[in-house]
């Protein structure tokens, strides 16, 4: 897709913007660039990408200010955000999140068979292509994980979350020990962009 080149577009400029000079000028600038790439994703209905990079904007604000105020604000704002996604669009689906199995022959047959695939592979898995994947749709997208872990196994699937967690602590060391502000805020950026967007497919995949 498209929006995961211009996340990489999108951490440099924030850094760029906010490397030098952290006042409330260079917020609003950055602000309103970030509201525009939300914006342009809300109205193509890529609510998951859009919601990346709010996280990623008000995180990476709050580490080059240190003022608590930003992400309280950001917060307020992405709670509105949120019930006004929830009254406007059909796919935001907060039952099927909820209780997928009363929606299970709608907006939660997805989910479900997600689920149903997850615990059919057990522990160790059912054998590499021995699973049914393509009974879980748009699998090779926003459920992967729960294609691995039908065919692999929980305990694969468990060491997968590990592997991904340990990366994302690889960036924020990463970032620690830079000393250039600037490419101290890339590399904390790059590791919350990538660590939020495993959470959203990992957790909406198992439910969570």
């Known amino acids: 897709q498209p929006s995961e080149f211009v996340k ?6 924030v850094a760029s ?5 952290s006042g409330f000028l260079e917020v609003f600038t950055t602000a309103v660039v970030a509201a525009a790439h939300v914006i342009v994703l809300v109205i193509s209905k890529d ?17 080059s200010t240190k003022n608590p105020l930003y992400v309280a ?5 992405g709670a509105a955000a949120a019930y006004l996604a929830f009254k406007v669009f059909r796919h935001v689906r907060v039952q099927a999140w909820k209780d997928p199995w009363s929606v299970i022959d709608s907006a939660g047959y997805q ?17 590499l292509y021995k699973g049914t ?8 997208a926003d459920f992967i994980f729960s294609a691995i872990a039908e065919e692999l196994g929980i305990l694969f699937a468990v060491c997968l979350i590990l592997i991904c967690v340990s ?3 690889m960036f924020m060391n990463i970032s620690i020990r830079l000393n250039d ?21 990992i957790g909406g995949g198992t439910k969570f």
């Open 8 to 13: 990489i577009l999108f951490v440099f400029f």
């Open 111 to 127: 989910i479900t068979q997600s689920l149903f695939a997850i615990s059919s592979g057990g522990f160790f898995g059912l054998g």
């Open 181 to 201: 502000r600037f490419y101290q805020l890339i590399a904390f950026g790059f590791g919350v962009t990538y660590i939020f967007q495993v959470f959203l497919t």
């Open 17 to 21: 913007a906010l490397y030098e000079a």
């Open 47 to 63: 609510l998951g990408s859009a919601l990346i990079f709010f996280v990623v904007y008000v995180l990476m604000v709050y580490v």
């Open 133 to 140: 994947p393509e009974s879980i749709p748009t699998v090779e």
């Open 73 to 77: 604000a950001g917060a307020g704002g």
């Open 167 to 169: 990366c994302f602590i």
